[in-house]
């Protein structure tokens, strides 16, 4: 060997190029990962070209979707979305690259995003109100395009009474009727004629109610559209079941950067449509947010004080060193033993007592004898206690061991100085459990699907009706939507750029959290330790 | 072993002594030295503490061997000794810091005001309250200087914002520290210089009103000029207080105290009035290291 070798082995060159190495080929694999995920779903959003070929069976528009070269004896085929499920029965299809000849991109192309039915491919044939024709052709689109705001602004306004004032009118009733349930047993005579008069005031607010949304309604029906797919078919519509107008080949740079910031804002801001493969993930990213929260509140005190049990007070000896290695290996359970746990345990044990006790007049609808966030939240909770565990062990160990004498020397308890001097030390490394439990939780769903996670949830846990926070409710989640729109969704195809960008929006959701806990562990740490010598 | 070059006395300090001192007994002064005398009242003082027939084990390991030794009312008491030869530990059992360590087990008496500190009927805060403690590095709270300081009133109830205002202001200006940090008091301890934050844990010791004060080597980690402040200041405090120091450095313990003592295996070897033991030691052992023959 030449001393030149020998000197480079001695220094540890090889091991810094070793871990380098190591490090450079983990980071591409996750920048890989994270840039496919985020490739597939932000691509999605950009208004594509609308291609019309012509076919033995007559012409065909749609936007190409994916391609497969030919291979052997195959040809080559063609994947387009055609859109027009109602009239076409499917949305996407695949053709021979032989069959599609003289692609063109036709001015008057548009693709109506609808609230039901997914996308429409054609062109505007004409605007209609109550049914007579207002204008045709190219002038329609254009008006059509100009009425649209107006008119989802109207079908808004509708949706907010829906879920508003009737939402209201029905809680109230529902608490009338859990009241006349509660007095059959205890009857109160004084009572009675009280919650009469109350019903019947609610039933007439209520038919005020229908009666405007009824016209409001019939008003929004009266501007339709007529739309005409390339082979002829033509398909009436009211204006506000559409959702937007996209005429892709004859929009510049800046509208379609308009249409894909809509469609984006759309996405993290709204409802899911179309069982769940279109519209947006709002009620996801919340449920999500909020479980993790509640978890971390629930289950970060939990580990904190089991670990200053461990550490500080528990003698040391073969017990304590068992329960250790326990903790240590519960981080190994599969979750969704976790899950089965929190459903035998939390939702029918607990659940089922509770509102035997609490809700008796609701049964046999349980309240909290059914999943809810609550119950998902706490079995996370039990799932991420090892990591918080483990880590404010090591946190407790390094609060130096001089600090906590300054402060019996002063004539602190023990109590006392834990709390003034060690636990305040420790934050940054009982942060640091957080973080990780935060990561693990965010992104677990198998508990879940057995604890609270629904695919579709009709109300938030958080929101304008008293108590304001419904911990009982179900909820929607990142990882299930996931799970849901990729794998049990009717329309597969449509559902993957979904899929895709819901994994890149759980991504942001984890990293977001775990930034802003940072920041506050960074600010600790400038706390605890500013040394300047 | 280490002991520092010798170096002249810090010269505020013999402004210092000659402030506080009474004039110097004319028989004590075996022989002319520039070493700080011991005032007569102090001779006659009244033990505050007694240390009697102390032994101790770490474990299986004898750490001290029957210690004898008593500690008279605003006297400063050096300990000396080699490395390990069990001054902090000797310190350490003064306050019961010694108690937090698992396996030590301990026989014989300290006496606080003629009461058993190792009573079982003693409660060791309120006996922590009496003994403030100066640890060797400097260990100031992660917390503001005002927290730091307050935090001993703090963890016995104290919440009138004004009793602790006060207690802060005296306990820095006690210290002093005062002049130097009044306009940060809401700053980080940590952003101190090293023997500004020594002066500050003096001052967090001081805040509770302790009878004696113990430290362990306070001014290892510090230059020769933040030296000087703490050996001033020792003269100060010794007013109000008792005070032990834990010193490996003979001139400080030549300047700052009244009555040295010499440990060596865990055995006290002899105790005087610091004068007499630096210029007469009655063992051969003690003279061997006052001059660092030693070894
Ligand atoms: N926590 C402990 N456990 C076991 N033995 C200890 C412990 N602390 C001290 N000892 C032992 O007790 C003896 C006396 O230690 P001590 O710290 O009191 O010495 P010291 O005189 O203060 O030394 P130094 O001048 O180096 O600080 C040493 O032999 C030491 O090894
Ligand atoms: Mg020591």
């Keep these: 060997m030449s001393t030149g070798l020998r000197d480079w082995m001695r220094r540890g060159n090889g091991l810094v190029w070793l871990s380098a190495g190591v490090l450079a080929f983990a980071v591409l694999m996750i920048g890989g990962l994270v840039g496919l995920i985020a490739a597939r779903g932000l691509g999605f959003f950009w208004p594509a070209p609308l291609v019309l070929f012509e076919t033995p069976a007559g012409p065909v528009l749609g936007e190409v979707a994916d391609r497969e070269p030919a291979r052997g004896g195959e040809p080559g085929r063609i994947q387009l979305r055609v859109g027009n499920r109602d009239l076409f029965g499917q949305d996407f299809r695949w053709y021979p690259e032989s069959e599609l000849r003289n692609p063109t991109l036709p001015e008057d192309a548009l693709m109506v995003e609808r609230s039901e039915y997914g996308v429409f491919l054609g062109r505007v044939k004409e605007l209609r109100k109550d049914g007579l024709t207002v204008s045709t052709g190219p002038a329609a689109l254009d008006e059509a395009l100009e009425r649209l705001p107006g008119a989802r602004k109207a079908q808004a306004g509708i949706r907010a009474v829906e879920k508003g004032e009737v939402g209201r009118l029905n809680t109230a009733l529902e608490a009338i009727r859990l ?11 004084a009572r009675q004629p009280q919650l009469d008069a109350r019903e019947a005031e609610l039933r007439s607010r209520y038919a005020d109610l229908e009666g405007r949304l009824d016209h409001l309604r019939a008003e929004a029906k009266r501007l339709t559209v007529l739309l005409e797919a390339w082979d002829g078919q033509v398909k009436e519509m009211p204006l506000p079941q559409v959702v937007r107008l996209v005429p892709s080949n004859r929009l510049g ?19 899911p449509r179309e069982s769940n493969t279109e519209g947006g993930i709002f009620p996801a990213i919340f449920g999500t947010v909020m479980m993790v929260l509640l978890m971390s509140a629930l289950g970060v005190p939990l580990g904190v004080l089991a670990a200053l049990y461990l550490r500080e007070y528990a003698r040391d000896g073969w017990l304590v060193r068992a329960i250790r290695v326990a903790v240590n ?15 035998g345990f939390f939702v029918y044990t607990l659940g089922g007592s509770l509102d035997r006790l609490f809700f008796p007049e609701r049964l046999p609808t349980p309240t909290f004898g059914t999943g809810g966030i609550l119950w998902a939240s706490l079995t996370l909770a039990l799932l991420t206690v090892p990591v918080v565990i483990v880590a404010t062990e090591e946190a407790l160990a390094a609060v130096p061991r001089f600090q906590r004498e300054a402060s019996m020397a002063l004539g602190a308890t023990k109590w006392q100085t834990l709390w003034n001097i060690v636990l305040p030390g420790a934050m940054p490394g009982i942060l640091t459990g957080l973080i990780l439990a935060m990561a693990r939780g965010a992104g677990e769903v198998a508990p879940l699907m057995l604890t609270g996670v629904v695919k579709l949830a009709p109300s938030m846990p958080l929101d304008g009706t008293f108590p304001f926070l419904h911990l009982d409710r179900k909820f929607m989640h990142l990882g299930f939507h996931i799970y849901d729109v990729g794998f049990q ?18 991504l942001a959701v984890v990293v977001a959290l775990n930034l802003a806990a940072i920041r506050i562990r960074r600010r600790l740490r400038a706390r605890l330790g500013g040394s300047t010598f | 072993m280490e002991i520092d070059d010798p170096r002249p006395v810090a010269e505020p300090l013999g402004r210092l002594s000659a402030a506080v001192g009474t004039p110097p007994t004319p028989q004590l002064r075996l022989r002319e030295s520039p070493l700080a005398i011991t005032d007569a009242a102090v001779l006659g003082a009244p033990p505050v503490l007694e240390v009697r027939n102390l032994d101790l084990w770490y474990g299986p390991q004898q750490a001290l061997f029957g210690i004898d030794l008593d500690v ?21 059992c003064l306050n019961r810091m010694n108690d937090l360590i698992d396996g030590v087990r301990i026989r014989g008496q300290v006496l606080l005001g003629g009461e058993d500190l190792y009573d079982p009927a003693v409660d060791v805060i309120s006996l922590r309250k009496r003994m403030g403690m100066v640890f060797q590095k400097s260990n100031p709270f992660p917390k503001t200087i005002y927290e730091n300081v307050a935090y001993g009133l703090r963890i016995q109830g104290e919440r009138d914002r004004r009793v602790l205002d006060e ?36 001052a967090r010791a001081l805040a509770v009103r ?52 010499f440990f060596w295996l865990g055995k006290l070897v002899e105790t005087d ?12 052992i003690t003279e061997d290291y006052i001059t660092g023959r030693f070894g």
């Design chain 1, 179 to 189: 009241e006349r349930k509660a007095l059959e047993r205890r009857p109160d005579p």
């Design chain 2, 210 to 261: 302790p009878e004696v004060i113990l430290m362990d080597e306070p001014c290892s980690a510090l230059d020769p000029i933040a030296t000087g402040r703490i050996e001033e200041l020792i003269f100060e405090l010794k007013k109000e207080f008792t005070i032990v120091i834990v010193t490996h450095n003979m001139q400080q313990a030549a300047r700052v105290s009244d009555f040295t003592a």
């Design chain 2, 167 to 202: 207690a802060v202001e005296r306990s820095l200006q006690g210290a002093g520290l005062w002049e130097e940090v009044r306009d940060r008091l809401d700053q980080s301890a940590l952003g101190l210089s090293g023997g500004q934050q020594q002066r500050l844990c003096i």
């Design chain 2, 72 to 92: 008279r009312r605003n006297s400063v008491l050096a300990l000396i000794g080699p490395s390990g030869c069990g001054k902090s530990t000797l310190l350490r």
């Design chain 1, 329 to 343: 290996n519960l981080a190994g359970v599969p979750s969704i033993v976790f899950g089965v746990f929190g459903l």
């Design chain 1, 253 to 271: 740079l800046p509208g379609k950067l308009k249409v894909y910031a809509s469609r984006l804002w759309e996405f993290v801001s709204d409802d």
């Design chain 2, 273 to 284: 009035v610091t004068e007499r033991m630096f210029t007469n030691p009655r063992q051969r």
């Design chain 1, 489 to 506: 969704s009717p329309n597969s195809e449509a559902a993957k750029p979904m899929v895709f960008m819901t994994t890149l929006l759980l």
